[in-house]
């Protein structure tokens, strides 16, 4: 199956492929979180706690002190905003605020895939996620923009403005997800 987008530009399977992949990899990935977070936290606090600069600290401690049903709510939140972002980027096609939109969450989830990897380096042990980052979300992050850069469909302008977007989404979406999940 493909489509055109807005533009009459014709979108391969190879690019709807992509595209539908990215909820599917959010949620594989943060199920790897999902699943040892909690213990994990646990296990590795005062380690973690020691080894964080002061401003880290707070940050941490404010918002990792919650419990796995709460984290998934956060997830479940995220899922659905990505999958939100991934029917109207389908239907539209990387024109405009669907463009925006989910070029930006895909930002930060690329991006958000290397702090994993940094986690791990500081801790010098496994930590939540980095498995699925190193395996999954990079491989397919430069699988992603290889593809849409060579297709013309995005351009590395594009890929710049969306990391401030992202970033703004983020900063937007995350602390009003963690207060609510916190109250359940």
Do not use: C
């Not at 690019?15 to 992949?21: A, G």
Request: charged share 15%; no cysteine; aromatic share 18%.
């Amino acid at each position: 199956m493909d489509f055109k987008g807005i533009e009459g530009i014709h979108i391969d399977k190879v690019t709807i492929l992509l595209v539908w992949l990215f909820p599917i990899i959010f949620a594989i990935h943060d199920f790897e979180e999902i699943i040892v977070v909690e213990k994990w936290i646990t296990k590795n606090k005062q380690n973690l706690v020691q080894k964080l600069p002061q401003r880290a600290k707070s940050f941490f401690e404010k918002n990792f002190a919650m419990k796995t049903y709460q984290f998934s709510i956060v997830v479940y939140v995220e899922f659905v905003i990505i999958s939100f972002a991934t029917v109207i980027v389908y239907l539209n096609g990387f024109f405009g605020i669907s463009k925006w939109l989910y070029l930006g969450l895909f930002a930060v989830l690329f991006l958000h895939s290397f702090t994993h990897i940094g986690q791990a380096i500081l801790l010098k042990r496994y930590t939540p996620g980095v498995l699925t980052s190193i395996f999954l979300l990079i491989p397919y992050g430069l699988w992603f923009y290889y593809v849409l850069l060579q297709k013309n469909l995005i351009s590395l302008q594009d890929i710049g403005i969306s990391i401030p977007v992202g970033v703004i989404l983020f900063t937007l979406l995350f602390p009003a997800l963690m207060r609510a999940a916190s109250k359940y």
